[in-house]
């Protein structure tokens, strides 16, 4: 039986993604845990981040007759900084990666004027040669961002970007970009050689993987909603501190 496991990680938990990248990589953390219980030697994975870059809605596919509400069970409670919340059975294979959208978010502060912003972003909207903007390897590099909006959240902005695929870097350029140019009106696609400046990865979201008729089934788990809550209560913790400081500061 197939299944299709969908999760999130707190990217700066992890020394990257791949499983080449480490012992405590994304992948070699899930795996590892796949393997001590006898439940799958190998994984299939759908998106790979980059170092720092957290997601919220990444995918991977496993074979097992393992019973699958065991297993969610077991990667909760097993793996920390992770949690495991949805799932979708077939009989049937399903590679992951061909998926039909997928949502990144960046987080910016509000002290960008967010019209400004996205006057900028939006020149990226479409199917373009993206060479300039990523980190180049034996891919293609022309893609198609279907939409660049926005939602606000406190005192943040989050810029969400759409499209079936993206490059290694490309969100964290175009970004950059749209950073660094603030204020002007540069067509970003005359640029005639690579755009070297990259937003930090630890604004980045990997928000949400779509499938054609794939509707993914909730599973809620006391450990992951204990590791959000505590995780929740730290960062709290953390900003009353620095609130401290800063107001001893002004």
Known sequence: MYYLIKYGYDGKSFCGFQRDNGDNSVENTILKILKNYGISDNMESAARTDKNVSAAGNVFLINTEENIEKIMKILNSQIKNMFFYAYFKSIAYINPRHNELKRYSYIISKKYDINTMMKILKKFI???????????????????????????????????????????????????????????DIDPFLLKSHFSYISKP????????????????????????????????NINTEKIIYDVFYNLNK
């Open 126 to 184: 479409g199917t373009h040669d993206f060479i300039n903007f990523c980190r180049k390897d034996n891919r293609n590099t022309i893609r198609t961002i279907e939409n660049i909006n926005y939602d606000e959240l406190q005192d943040f902005f989050l810029i969400n970007f759409y499209g079936r695929s993206f490059i290694w870097h490309q969100i964290r350029n175009i970004m950059g970009f749209a950073i660094k140019y603030y204020n002007t």
């Open 202 to 233: 630890d604004q980045l979201i990997l928000m949400d993987i779509v499938y054609k008729g794939i509707e993914f089934k909730k599973f809620r788990s006391i450990y992951s909603k204990k590791y959000i809550e505590n995780r929740l209560i």
